[in-house]
């Protein structure tokens, strides 16, 4: 799991992914190493991923911690809807 936040944060997000996923092998109740892989699967472009990590969170019984990172990807995908969006051209005459 620590290998998995030390890749992650070195943008090395297919690392993380397979250290997050060796870290739930051995404890599947590891509610870190989901919250963990939901980001890593998010910021490496899997939107589906990261919310089949709010759905396992939420599998075991660790609502607020779903409930957490679902709000986080639902604010990064707004965030990022508002960044795509062009702003309007105005007529300068």
Do not use: R
Not at 5 to 10: G, M, R, T, Y
Not at 34 to 44: D, T, V
């Amino acid at each position: 799991y620590q290998l998995g936040l030390v890749q992650q944060a070195n943008t090395q997000y297919a690392d993380a992914i397979n250290s997050y996923k060796k870290a739930l092998e051995n404890n599947p109740k590891l509610t870190d190493a989901l919250i963990g892989l939901g980001g890593a699967y998010y910021w490496s472009g899997n939107l589906q991923g990261a919310l089949d990590q709010v759905k396992a969170l939420k599998e075991l019984g660790s609502v607020d911690e779903a409930n957490q990172l679902e709000v986080w990807i639902k604010n990064k995908e707004a965030k990022k809807a508002s960044l795509q969006k062009k702003p309007e051209a105005k007529d300068s005459k």
